[in-house]
């Protein structure tokens, strides 16, 4: 049985990651609007990845018999002025969702709930990859500035993620 305080916690990672899911979504739908579709693919593989972190931890929540409880999610801004600033806010929130989940390990760690801190290393694991990602595509667009045919190429590039 998973404790109330850790049931709670969870809840609200189960929305911050349904919101992931719409910032990316949004910021797939701002690179539609740019005309770089290989950029706006990247971020709905993405949004995608953050729907399947959530309900990984929904049912979680069921398996250890707690209860679900979805809440609101905040609508994300929709417009960026380039892609480095997109990436820039992207890094950012992995950075941030970061410190989310090692705050439900140390969660876990004070309850003694091991199950649930097991379960959290697969997040932990997956946190690092990323803001790898995150980090080396954001480097890659500072690198390259806002040139046109290098854009191209970096979107091309980013289009044949599967």
Known sequence: MISKTMEQALNKQVNREFYSAYLYLAMSSYFETVN?????????????????????????????????????IEAPKAKWSSAGKVFEEVYAHEQKVTAMINSLVDLAIKEKDHASFEMLQWFVKEQVEEEEHSSTILAQVQCIGDIPGHLFCLDHQLGKRE
């Open 36 to 72: 770089m579709k290989g950029f706006a693919h990247w971020m709905r593989i993405q949004a995608k990845e953050e729907q399947v972190h959530a309900v990984k931890i929904y049912d979680y929540i069921i398996a250890r018999g707690g209860k679900v409880n979805l809440l609101d």
